[in-house]
């Protein structure tokens, strides 16, 4: 699957932005689809999930203030930003994987189809 992110940009504290995560080859609907984040000099860290059943995962940093859903007619995953803080900039990334464990859903490397990052820079 071929996964195509985008929906970044530049806001300021408490502006929302929704970002989406685009695929091709594969339906979404039958993947776990994730959203990961990496600022700078900071590893990859776990946003939120939904997994092919339609259920719904989340960090803490974020949960209440974004929402991860699918739209499965457009074969798209969006993650809905409110209540943007300095502290969400970073850039971001979709993955996918059609065979993950509950258990390894906040997991970087098992995820097998990566997106390119779009960026999102929050000004306070």
């Known amino acids: 699957v071929q996964l195509q992110a985008s929906g970044g940009g530049l806001v300021q504290a408490g502006d929302s932005l929704r970002l989406s995560c685009a695929a091709s080859?594969?339906?979404?609907?039958?993947?776990?689809v994730g959203w990961f984040r990496q600022a700078p000099g900071k590893e990859r860290e776990f946003v939120a999930a939904?997994?092919?059943?339609?259920?719904?995962y989340y960090d803490d940093a974020v949960k209440g203030r974004f929402t991860i859903s699918r739209n499965n007619a457009e074969n798209t995953v969006y993650l809905q930003m409110n209540s943007l803080k300095p502290e969400d900039t970073a850039d971001y990334y979709c993955a996918s994987s059609g065979s993950l464990i509950l258990s390894s859903i906040r997991t970087a490397a098992q995820y097998s189809s990566w997106g390119q990052g779009t960026q999102v820079t929050v000004s306070s």
């Open positions: 080859g594969r339906t979404l609907s039958r993947e776990t």
């Open positions: 939904i997994r092919y059943n339609g259920y719904t």
